[in-house]
């Protein structure tokens, strides 16, 4: 599929310094560009490949003013990250358009199930009874959706996903390859020194528009629901427990875990290895910091360490910290001189 930088700068609504006719036919990193290719500079640290780059065209800044002579044609738009995230998004639904429909006869479904128009089942799918899916869904291989689940329209389930039963997936959902939602919560009393497991009866309830990484896992309520809002993100590797609500927006990197009916905000931003207790409130549009351990409930901010505090106070300890066998040696002299 090839386009011309004026398609592409209209499109992005762009200006072009250079030669709108250059046709454009594949994507690629600026420090691996290839003629016919098209890549963005976005941030500062690979400023240099733009005057090296073999690529036809780049999309760049509006503020951008080149040091020497560009080798490829500029695109310039407001926010460079953004315009190439909707261009890569432009080409996967023009891929999507192309995507392959159909039930393969490998596929075990209920014949209860409600199936919707243009979907792709793929071999070894299994949909259990009275499940939903949506119209435009895509299910890949060995995807299990449990008794009485909903799966969305236009909701794609990657290999080996599985929806438990009773569970809900929203529109337009992304969850991929091994990602599992509704197992049990991690619920048990103790009795005379055995653990006597909590039935877990409730659900797991995802909107619109999220995405979930590979291998993630959110766990069914033990009543009620846990609940993922619209839009959230959640990278590979994390651990939704039970009764857990994720506000709208909210984004989760890889490897962090939320314990049991914490409830968390809107558009919220968790870095990597984070993990919040349970029970706790965290509130709308709070950072957290990689490797942080949150503890406690948490007003907008930004967090960072364990136990979590204002960054700019775990900044200040840094430091300190940083010194300390400098202090300590001060305080050892200061003791032997007396």
Known sequence: MKYTVAQIAQLLSAEVVGDASVEISTICKIEEGAPGGLTFLSNPKYTHYIYTTKASAAIVNKDFVPESEVPCVLIKVENSYIAFAQLLNFYQEQQAAKAKTGISPH??????????????????????????????????????VGDGARVGNKTTLFAGVTIYEQ?????????????????DGFGFANQDGQYLKIPQIGNVVIGNHVE???????????????KIADYVKIDNLVQIAHNVEVGEGTAFAAQSGVAGSAKIGKHCIFAGQTGVAGHIQIADKT???????????????????????????EKELIVLRRRLPEIYQDLKDLKDNR
Not at 167 to 183: E, F, K, N, Q, S
Not at 296 to 310: E, F, H, N, V
């Open 287 to 313: 950072i957290v910091g990689a490797q942080s351990g949150v503890t406690r409930s948490l007003k907008s901010g930004i967090y960072l360490g364990s136990p979590a505090i204002s960054a700019d106070r």
């Open 167 to 183: 569970c809900v997936v929203g529109d337009d959902c992304i969850l991929h390859a091994g990602c599992v939602i509704g197992a």
């Open 212 to 226: 979930i990484g590979a291998n993630t896992c959110v766990d069914r309520a033990t009543m009620g629901s846990t």
């Open 107 to 144: 596929a075990c479904i209920a014949e209860s199930a409600k199936i919707g128009q243009n979907v792709y089942i793929a071999e070894f799918v299994s949909i259990g009874e009275n499940a939903v899916i949506g119209d435009g869904a895509r299910l890949y291989p060995h995807v299990c």
